[in-house]
C-alpha cells in the first residue's frame, strides 16, 4: 500500500511560476516509476512527466523546456517544477506511482490531486 500526497498547486498568472511536491508513504519500496498527470476539463487524462527508478525522464512535448521533474529520495518525495506557465496549463494534476509485479497487473497508485489555475 502507498499513499501519495500532493501540494504546492493554485492560482498564478501567465508566465508565472509553481512547484508541485508529491510526498508517498506506505510500501514505498519496489516503485519503479513516478509521474504527474494532468486533466482538464473535456480533455483526456495526460502524462505530463515521468521519472524511473533509474533516473530516466520524459516530457509530453507541450512542457519540454518548461517543466523539470525531479526527486528527492532522502525524502521520498517527487517534484514538478513549472515554469513558464500558460492559461492551457490549467488543470487538475495528479501524482502517480507504479509498482511492476512478475506476474500480476502491474500496481498503479494516485494522489488526490492539487488544482493549478493559470490565468491569462
Known amino acids: 500500500q502507498v499513499q501519495l500526497v500532493e501540494s504546492g498547486g493554485g492560482l498564478v498568472q501567465a508566465g508565472g511560476s509553481l512547484r508541485l511536491s508529491c510526498a508517498a508513504s506506505?510500501?514505498?519500496?519496489?516503485?519503479?516509476?513516478m509521474g504527474w498527470y494532468r486533466q482538464a476539463p473535456g480533455k483526456q487524462r495526460e502524462l505530463v512527466a515521468v521519472i524511473t527508478s533509474g533516473g530516466d525522464i520524459n516530457y509530453v512535448d507541450s512542457v519540454k523546456g518548461r517543466f523539470t521533474i525531479s526527486r528527492d529520495n532522502a525524502k521520498n518525495t517527487v517534484y514538478l517544477q513549472m515554469n513558464s506557465l500558460k492559461p492551457e496549463d490549467t488543470a487538475v494534476y495528479v501524482c502517480?506511482?507504479?509498482?511492476?509485479?512478475?506476474?500480476?497487473?502491474?500496481?498503479?497508485?494516485w494522489g488526490q490531486g492539487t488544482q493549478v489555475t493559470v490565468s491569462s
Open positions: 502517480n506511482a507504479k509498482k511492476a509485479r512478475r506476474l500480476l497487473v502491474d500496481l498503479d497508485y
Open positions: 506506505g510500501s514505498i519500496f519496489s516503485i519503479n516509476a
